[in-house]
């Protein structure tokens, strides 16, 4: 009977994962932060209208763009980490979807540099947001790389779609994303309030 224990117990011990419970650790390191903007609905339609955007306006915006926002999204994901207030982070990522949005539904071709500032402006609230969101415990560096490299491919997501734009009937597609985007902006706007 004490062998049938014993085999019993070493089994269930064989059948353990590791608790990950180390400062640093893969689940609230990198891959927390490969996952933050992957799970939230607000920054996904956001990031993706950057790249769809960049592409819409085509060169420089194409690289310009989906440059600028990360690099600006993780100063404000320092001043998250840091604690440093930023008045109504919720809806400023709701309104980067419903503005973003708006700009690739309408066309919207303004001067390089406005685009930029104005991707600029709403990559402070979705860095903020992603920073003052850190695990307990976990690596602060590692957590930002992962958030940065999943930005960066949800904005190679939306440069893929956005150069369908490149034809008439793409265009019209490219549009009508933009226009779903700045609804859902809208509906994350109507819950953010």
């Known amino acids: 009977m004490p062998s049938r224990c014993v085999a019993l117990v070493v089994c269930f011990l064989a059948m353990a994962g590791p608790a990950l419970a180390h400062t640093g650790s893969s689940a609230g390191g990198f891959v927390g932060g490969l996952a933050h903007p992957l799970f939230g609905p607000d920054h996904v339609v956001a990031m993706v209208a ?35 207030p930023i008045p109504h982070v919720e809806t400023g990522i709701a309104l980067s979807a419903v503005v973003l ?6 066309a919207a ?19 903020h947001a992603h920073g003052a969101e850190l695990p307990a415990g976990a690596n602060p560096v590692a957590f930002s790389i992962g958030f940065v490299a999943a930005t960066g491919a949800l904005h190679l997501a939306g440069i893929a779609f956005g150069l369908l734009a490149r034809w008439p009937a793409g265009t019209i597609a490219v549009r009508a994303a933009g226009g779903a985007i700045a609804l859902a902006g809208i509906a994350f706007l109507s819950g953010a309030a």
């Open 50 to 84: 950057v790249g769809l955007w960049g592409a819409f306006l085509g060169q420089p915006a194409i690289w310009l763009l989906p440059v600028t926002f990360p690099v600006v999204m993780a100063f404000g994901g320092a001043l998250g980490i840091l604690g440093v």
């Open 101 to 106: 949005g708006a700009m690739v539904a309408a």
């Open 109 to 127: 071709r303004p001067p390089l540099w406005i685009a930029a500032i104005l991707v600029g402006a709403f990559a402070i609230f979705h860095g």
